[in-house]
């Protein structure tokens, strides 16, 4: 099995990122046929590690 991840901030046609297709046992580092007993949860965590290599999320304050 191999599995991909993605993220879309949705500005444009180019604000897609993807990644290769990954094995989850060369790639993740899991056990073989870990990634299947993970949760959806779990699996979205990997994604979301994946994607804060193109996103950055910040915030301003502005005290008057």
Not at 19 to 33: A, M, Q, Y
């Amino acid at each position: 099995m191999k599995v991909r991840f993605n993220c879309d901030n949705g500005a444009n046609i180019h604000s897609n990122r993807e990644s290769e297709w990954l094995d989850p046992v060369e790639d993740l580092g899991l056990e073989e046929g870990e990634w299947d007993d993970l949760s959806d949860d779990n699996k979205w965590e990997f994604a979301r590690e994946w994607a804060d290599n193109f996103i950055e999320i910040n915030y301003e304050e502005l005290n008057e």
